[in-house]
C-alpha cells in the first residue's frame, strides 16, 4: 500500500532553532566583544587602517578617524568638512565629542542595520576613546526605499529625506530614490552630523551641566536620561539639528563646496 504524503508531518522542527541546515549561516551581524587579534570591542569600534587627525576647535580637542570607504561608496564629506562645519558651530553648543569616525560598514551590516550615523556615549577606537559621532558610508547607486504606509515619525523622517534632494519617484506600494553624492553628502554633514550632536549637547545638559542637570548626582542624573523613552531623546536631537542647521544658513556658513 502506498503511503500518503501528510503536510503537517514534513518536518516537526520548522519553525524552532533546531530546523534545518545552515544554522550558523544566518544573517545576524557578529556581536563578538572579541576581535581575531584578541582585542576586546564592539564591531562599531573597529576602523581598518584609519587615518588620524588631531584638531583644536575653539575651546575643544577633536580627534578625526578616517575608513577608507570601499569602490562605490561614499560619506559625502571628509574629515576637513566636518571640521569647517563645527568650527561654524563651536559657539553654538557647550561642548563638542572627542572623536568622529567615518567607518566604512561590511555589506551584512549594511543590509540588516543601515544608518546614516550614531553618537556613541562611549567609544575606543585603539588609543581613542571617548564621546563619539560615527558617520557611516553609504553605497553610490543604492536604492533607498520607503513604504507608503508611514507613522508620524515615518512620515517626519521622510520629509527631511526629500529636504535634503534625495529624488523619491513613487511605486504600486512605495517611494525609491536612488543615493548619489550630493544627496548623500546634504543628509550626512548637514543633518546626521548635526544631529548627532544634538544627543551629545542633550546628554551635557541634563547629565554633565550641574545647573540644567537632571539630578546633582551624576549617576543618578545619568540613570534618568537614559530612562527617557528614546523617541523623546531624537525628538531633541531633529529639533537641535534643524534649529543649529537654520542658523548657519543665516550666517551663510552652509552649504560649501566639498573640501
Not at 566604512?104 to 543601515?114: E, G, S, V, Y
Amino acid at each position: 500500500m502506498k503511503a500518503v504524503w501528510r503536510p503537517e508531518r514534513r518536518n516537526r522542527k520548522i519553525g524552532t532553532s533546531a530546523s534545518g541546515y545552515s544554522k550558523s549561516n544566518d544573517m545576524r551581524i557578529p556581536e563578538s566583544w572579541q576581535d581575531k587579534h584578541g582585542n576586546f570591542s564592539v564591531f562599531l569600534e573597529r576602523l581598518k587602517n584609519a587615518k588620524e587627525q588631531d584638531v583644536t576647535i575653539g575651546n575643544f580637542e577633536l580627534t578625526t578617524l578616517f575608513e577608507e570607504p570601499r569602490d562605490g561608496f561614499t560619506y559625502g564629506c571628509s574629515p576637513l568638512d566636518v571640521i569647517k562645519l563645527l568650527t561654524a558651530a563651536v559657539n553654538l553648543v557647550p561642548s563638542l565629542p572627542d572623536i568622529v569616525a567615518f567607518r566604512q560598514p561590511t555589506r551584512k551590516q549594511q543590509l540588516q542595520r543601515p544608518v546614516w550615523g550614531r553618537f556613541l556615549y562611549f567609544a575606543e577606537f585603539g588609543k581613542h576613546g571617548g564621546t563619539a559621532i560615527l558617520l557611516e558610508a553609504q553605497e553610490l547607486g543604492a536604492k533607498l526605499k520607503w513604504s507608503k504606509r508611514m507613522t508620524m515619525e515615518d512620515r517626519d523622517e521622510f520629509a527631511r529625506l526629500v529636504s535634503d534632494g534625495h529624488a523619491f519617484t513613487e511605486e504600486k506600494r512605495g517611494f525609491q530614490a536612488e543615493l548619489n553624492e550630493g544627496s548623500v553628502r546634504n543628509t550626512i554633514l548637514y543633518r546626521t552630523l548635526l544631529h548627532e550632536l544634538g544627543h551629545w549637547v542633550h546628554y551635557h545638559q541634563e547629565v554633565l551641566n550641574a545647573p540644567t542637570a537632571l539630578n546633582e548626582d551624576q549617576e543618578v542624573a545619568s540613570e534618568l536620561y537614559f530612562s527617557k523613552p528614546s523617541t523623546e531623546r531624537e525628538v531633541y536631537a531633529h529639533a537641535f539639528s534643524a534649529k543649529l542647521g537654520q542658523s548657519l544658513r543665516e550666517a551663510s556658513e552652509i552649504p560649501f563646496d566639498p573640501i
